[in-house]
């Protein structure tokens, strides 16, 4: 199983990036993929989560700013990250595991992607 995190780059604050991960080696709708960040100095936390049926869950700081949806014909989930804030400054690391429920927990997670970086201005 490999994932592949990608779309991350500088952007001003209130501006939005669109993550993707790409998935390969497994059947994709069987999985639940989850999006993690983690900031300099500070422990990985978990961000936006979808189970294989499409259900999403959203940390607080995130909800109503970030949409997660995935795509299991090409293997993918994207986040749509709108109205970015300096503190979403972090590198985002997209994870999978397979069952259908999306867990929150980075550590109940078996795959995970190398990361993309995401800076943002003030």
């Known amino acids: 199983v490999q994932l592949q995190a990608s779309g991350g780059g500088l952007v001003q604050a209130g501006g939005s990036l669109r993550l993707s991960c790409a998935a390969s080696g497994l059947t994709f709708g069987n999985y639940a993929v989850g999006w993690f960040r983690q900031a300099p100095g500070k422990e990985r936390e978990f961000v936006a989560a979808?189970?294989?049926?499409?259900?999403?869950y959203y940390a607080d700081p995130v909800k109503g700013r970030f949409t997660i949806s995935r795509d299991n014909a090409k293997n993918t989930v994207s986040l749509q990250m709108n109205s970015l804030k300096p503190e979403d400054t972090a590198v985002y690391y997209c994870?999978?595991?397979?069952?259908?429920?999306?867990?929150?927990?980075?550590?109940?997670?078996?795959?995970w992607g190398q990361g993309t970086l995401v800076t943002v201005s003030s």
């Open positions: 979808i189970s294989g049926s499409s259900l999403t």
């Open positions: 994870a999978s595991v397979f069952r259908m429920g999306p867990p929150r927990t980075a550590s109940d997670y078996d795959y």
